[in-house]
């Protein structure tokens, strides 16, 4: 769109469809990492739910950019 010279509103508008629809991706990504990976960590064994856990406070971490 930029290369094709588009009026600016509507690439704007274009960019947050895309970023909107990425973070339907990652909050999906994230629940099914809780639901399934972590959940199953967690009854299987405490040190690998503990494991898990750290693994989403990062994973939590990166995706708010903190």
Known sequence: ???EDRYC???LTQISAVTRALQEVTLGLLDDHVRHCVHSAVRADEAEG???LDELT?????TLRL
């Open 58 to 62: 990062l994973a939590l971490r990166r």
């Open 1 to 3: 769109m930029v290369g």
């Open 50 to 52: 503990d494991a898990k």
């Open 9 to 11: 509103i509507g690439i």
